[in-house]
């Protein structure tokens, strides 16, 4: 099985891995710091080198065995110790949209009742669709500025961004800052990783996030439409900004 260290590291974007196997087209790494995709999230994109060359990462496949890495270039072979890294600059524009959703989630959620549906992002931009208990409420132009007002808030607030891993019915026993319309525990897992935006927003989540909101920086709200029945979809923008310096394991040379 492969270490996931993304879940606890996510600004690792340097590391070392041994190849446990080759598998069609890629390998399976004892760990790695990759983002596979999960939960509107996408895939990082990356580099893995080993003694053959460097090859670029491609994409991730999911199977009963774990996840493979998926390689165009040169196939380091098994047992073999290899160099990787994520394009970090990619992936801090991921972790700040993710958050910013998050965020979105929980100012929607706590201003508005707002829950979420669905929702999907790309570096720097995100979508959201929510359903809200007041729908006169957003209707208007003003609440889209209104929006980016609380948002700016929490942004300057710079509120903690928490990673914990609990059993489901601890999860499940506070539903206070849960924010989404399904409470998203697949069944049958012994313990649930919980993203918490402390004191806004809690849910089960398999994706990397910034470690504070001030990181989200510069947000606005693009767009804001009527999607009937008590529905409305919103788009959010966020501005590029440097990253910070990505951490390498002490492996990683
Ligand atoms: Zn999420």
Redesign the pocket.
């Known amino acids: 099985m492969t270490t996931l260290l993304y879940q606890t590291e996510p600004y690792l974007a340097e590391f070392t891995a041994r190849v446990l196997e080759r598998t069609d087209g890629g390998v399976r790494l004892d760990r790695m710091a990759f983002f596979p995709g999960a939960?509107?999230?996408p895939a990082d994109t990356g580099a893995v080198t080993g003694q053959a060359g460097t090859a670029e990462v491609t994409g991730f496949r999911r199977d009963d065995d774990g996840i493979a890495v998926l390689l165009d270039g040169p196939q380091p072979g098994e047992g073999e110790q290899v160099r990787c890294a994520l394009d970090w600059d990619r992936r801090y524009a991921l972790m700040r949209t993710?958050t910013s959703?998050?965020l979105l989630a929980g100012v929607v959620g706590r201003d508005y009742g707002g829950v979420i549906l669905s929702?999907s992002m790309q570096p720097l931009r995100g979508r959201v669709d929510f359903e809200l208990a007041a729908a006169d409420a957003v209707s208007g132009e003003s609440f889209g500025d209104r929006l980016e007002e609380a948002l700016r808030r929490e942004i300057a607030a710079a509120r903690p961004v928490s990673v914990s891993f609990l059993p489901p019915e601890e999860f499940l026993s506070r539903p206070d800052l849960i924010r989404t319309k399904t409470n998203q525990v697949p069944a049958g897992l012994d313990r649930i990783r919980v993203?918490e935006i402390v004191g806004l927003d809690r849910?089960a989540?398999?994706?990397t996030?910034v470690a504070s909101t001030r990181e989200v920086a510069a947000l606005r709200v693009t767009a804001n439409q009527s999607r009937g029945m008590g529905k409305r979809r919103l788009r959010i923008e966020l501005d590029r900004v440097a990253p910070p310096r990505p951490r390498a394991d002490a492996l990683a040379r």
């Open positions: 939960g509107g999230q993710h959703l998050h929702r993203v849910q989540d398999g994706g996030h």
